[in-house]
């Protein structure tokens, strides 16, 4: 249901950034998925890999700015109105959601987000068998 995600704070400035990517591709570390959200000071580089423990560690070692969080994973028909579809049945519980972004694999939509109250929306979405993928599963999409 919920899958591990690296959260990576870095300088705003030029460089920083491929300095954690090329981190990660020296250790083979594979992306699956990548956002970038930026205040005028740092960005916040949130990623969706293949071995998460492997590249958290890399990169603590290498410096870096990195925590670990569990997020969930919610697979969605590649069509219109498929997100709108799986979120709702969330919102009408009255359950927030945080922050957001998708990525397409083979033909399979994920939706990766977070919300505020991760108990009531992990009960949620048992409830409605809203299909879900964690970290084991993961693998497929690297």
């Known amino acids: 249901m919920t899958i591990t995600q690296l959260s990576v704070f870095l300088e705003n400035k030029a460089g920083t950034l491929i300095e954690m990517l090329e981190t990660l591709k020296q250790a083979s570390i594979q992306l699956i998925a990548i956002t970038i959200a930026e205040t005028a ?4 580089c949130r990623i969706i890999c293949s071995e998460s423990d492997k ?6 070692e290498a410096n870096v700015a990195v925590t670990r969080s569990k997020v969930f994973a919610l697979e969605v028909e590649n ?9 709702s049945t969330i919102s009408k519980e009255g359950i927030g959601i945080s922050y957001l972004y998708s990525f397409i694999v083979r033909e399979k939509c994920l939706l990766i987000f977070r919300t505020d109250d991760a ?3 992990a009960d949620v979405i048992r409830k409605a068998k809203l299909p879900t993928i964690d970290d084991d599963k993961l693998v497929e999409f690297a």
């Open 119 to 121: 108990e009531r929306a």
């Open 79 to 87: 069509k219109p109105g498929g997100a709108a579809k799986a979120i």
């Open 41 to 44: 000071e740092y960005g916040i």
């Open 55 to 60: 590249a958290y560690n890399v990169l603590r």
